[in-house]
């Protein structure tokens, strides 16, 4: 009980995060900092890069992650591991709630730079503003839990800390392709990743 209570306690704090940086977003107070992070990765990230970096947008879906969510679930064969489907739901319920009452259009049309013919149909829904990134709060949320299996598991540490390693390695590709894409902008993907974290650790208590 003491060990889900520390969880509940870090996630609490990490979702406090994620308010109080919602609220500087919704004041305009990074405007100029996401503007010029844009300009800046897009200007030294070449376009032949695009399509490799907008395959990680299809990864990024609801439809793909949360069926390896429920993959990854039911392997363990354990019922009350399914209840990490209900952090996962709360998070995506907040996110819809930040998109529609703080005033944070994405990028201009000039910056979009995703050039695949193929979108889920999650992608389409465009509420009109694009505070938190989905993708980087499910993206996280699924390595943190993935992280949390790992350690615990009886794998050698090695091979754990490979593991650790390559979703890492993935999750700096993925929060960076959803800025030099012209898909979100830097504030976007902060606030999904404090998201993510958050409902994580909430769900470690199913685990």
């Not at 709630?97 to 889920?120: M, Q």
């Not at 989905?134 to 615990?152: A, D, E, P």
Request: proline fraction near 4%; glycine fraction near 6%; charge should be positive.
């Amino acid at each position: 009980m003491r060990k889900k209570l520390i969880w509940v306690a870090i996630s609490l704090v990490f979702f406090l995060a994620f308010v109080a940086f919602t609220y500087g977003v919704k004041e305009d107070l990074f405007n100029s900092l996401d503007f010029d992070i844009t300009v800046r990765l897009q200007d030294n990230l070449p376009v032949k890069y695009d399509s490799f970096l907008s395959s990680f947008s299809l990864v990024g879906s609801f439809e793909i992650l949360a069926g390896i969510l429920f993959l990854t679930v039911l392997l363990r064969r354990k019922m009350v591991s399914f209840l990490t489907f209900g952090s996962l739901a709360a998070a995506h319920v907040i996110e819809i709630i930040g998109k529609y009452f703080v005033h944070h259009p994405g990028p201009p049309f000039r910056f979009f730079r995703y050039n695949l013919e193929f979108l889920f149909p999650s992608s389409y829904v465009q509420p009109g503003s694009s505070y938190p990134s989905g993708h980087s709060m499910r993206t996280v949320f699924m390595t943190f839990i993935f992280l949390y299996i790992i350690f615990n598991s009886k794998i050698k540490m090695p091979w754990k800390i490979l593991m650790a390693s390559l979703l890492l390695v993935f999750n700096i590709i993925m929060l960076v392709s959803r800025v030099s894409l012209g898909e979100h902008w830097t504030t976007d993907v902060v606030g999904g990743v404090l998201l993510g974290i958050s409902a994580a650790i909430f769900s470690y208590i199913f685990l």
